[in-house]
């Protein structure tokens, strides 16, 4: 019986021991409360969110560009071309989805 007890309390004190250091509502700015609430939710910081939206942006300008190359290509009689022009503009919008699912899944609030 005393066995039990004894490792009751001592799985207890270990639990008290590594339990986190919850601060009082006062203890904290409301700025840093937000932070740490997004980082439990696993939300990326601001920096870093407007970073992934201006690479999606980029990405997605640069494949407007590259299909206004296919057009003119295309207009040129230039097929061969013009179909890799579109390849690239494709492949560009894919890569500016796939950041701009990033920034929704990890960024929006």
């Keep these: ?3 039990k007890i ?3 309390l001592l799985l207890s004190t270990s639990l008290v021991i590594s339990a ?3 601060a009082m509502k006062g203890d904290q700015s409301k700025k840093e409360t937000k932070k740490l609430e997004m980082e439990k939710r696993g939300m990326w910081k601001p920096e ?3 970073k992934i939206s201006q690479t999606s942006g980029a990405y997605l300008y640069f494949s407007g560009e590259a299909f206004k190359k296919r ?3 295309e207009k040129d009689g230039n097929q061969n071309a013009a179909d890799e022009a579109f390849e690239e503009a494709k492949a ?3 890569l500016a989805a796939n950041f701009a ?3 929704e ?4 609030r």
Excluded at 105 to 108: F, G, H, I, N
Aim: hydrophobic residues 35%.
């Design 20 to 22: 986190d250091h919850h």
């Design 6 to 8: 004894s490792l009751l």
């Design 92 to 94: 560009l919008a894919e």
């Design 101 to 103: 699912k990033n920034f």
């Design 71 to 73: 057009s003119a290509l």
């Design 1 to 3: 019986m005393h066995k």
């Design 48 to 50: 870093d969110c407007k």
């Design 105 to 108: 899944a990890y960024c929006k």
